[in-house]
């Protein structure tokens, strides 16, 4: 257990999505490691070697020192070349050296976890050279794997655990980004307010207000005349704010109340993820 009880929260959804990674990947076939993922571009191999690459990156081992090919075009930005390297090695690895080597590392982040004595605004490394504190760090992986994990079930054909540790880590780093959604990106108006309701295995009601300079925050209670209302299911809302789905492919999973072009702008841009 880290000393710090405010990162034990990360640390176990963390440790539960991670172990159902596992779980899910070890007994597949090396065929079904080439399986197309709902994350662009990366099948089952890619997302797995994501995650190690990430672990053994915030373990402190040095990043590989190798060349990306010019043919992966689903690389949008300098972030997305900064993820691919760690996961471009590990393209022709064989499915006993993926399994393998994801327990390895899974051991290894476990016993640093248990070890953690940082205080939570600790300065880290996070990628591209930035520092973020150890708290957002650690938030940060918990969201990642959970997030990774519902990509291999969806392509496995093994849903479960949206209403896990991970899920409800999910829920706050995405509705975090919201505010920014509708107000910056989408360009809803001053002085105006958007909810979003949502239900399902992990359910919340949230409204988006814009003050009269164009900043939007967030808050936990109704709005008595919302601009727009946007209902839909947990699994959908996160699947649009991860970018694994456009809004077209589930306009009958998303019901809209009040302005429709304010409301096409905001699931337009729904997606936070890279």
Request: net charge negative; with cysteine; hydrophobic share 40%.
């Amino acid at each position: 257990m880290t000393v710090h009880s405010s990162l034990q929260t990360y640390a176990d959804a963390w440790t539960h999505s991670i172990e159902a990674i596992s779980e899910l990947v070890t007994p597949l076939a090396e065929s079904e490691w080439n399986q197309p993922t709902p994350c662009p571009g990366w099948s089952v191999r890619d997302v797995v070697s994501h995650i190690i690459g990430m672990e053994c990156e915030t373990l402190g081992d040095p990043r590989p020192i190798h060349t990306l090919p010019r043919d992966l075009f689903h690389m949008q930005g300098e972030l997305a070349r900064y993820m691919e390297v760690q996961v471009d090695v590990r393209r022709h690895h064989t499915a006993p050296e993926m399994t393998a080597e994801l327990e390895y590392t899974i051991i290894r982040r476990a016993r640093q976890l248990r070890n953690e004595n940082r205080a939570p605004d600790t300065t880290v490394r996070a990628p591209l050279g930035a520092e973020q504190t150890l708290e957002l760090a650690m938030q940060m992986r918990a969201f990642d794997v959970w997030v990774h994990e519902q990509d291999l079930r969806t392509t496995l054909g093994k849903p479960g655990n949206l209403d896990s540790p991970g899920a409800h880590v999910a829920r706050d780093v995405l509705l975090g980004g919201l505010p920014r959604v509708v107000a910056k990106e989408a360009g809803a108006p001053p002085n105006s307010a958007v909810v979003v309701d949502v239900q399902g295995p992990v359910e919340f009601l949230r409204t988006v207000r814009v003050d009269e300079n164009g900043h939007g925050t967030i808050d936990g209670s109704p709005s008595l005349g919302p601009l727009v209302t946007l209902a839909t299911d947990w699994e959908t809302y996160m699947r649009l704010a991860c970018g694994r789905v456009r809004a077209s492919a589930v306009e009958d999973k998303v019901k809209v109340e009040g302005d429709g072009a304010l409301a096409a702008a905001i699931l337009e841009r729904f997606a936070l993820t890279p």
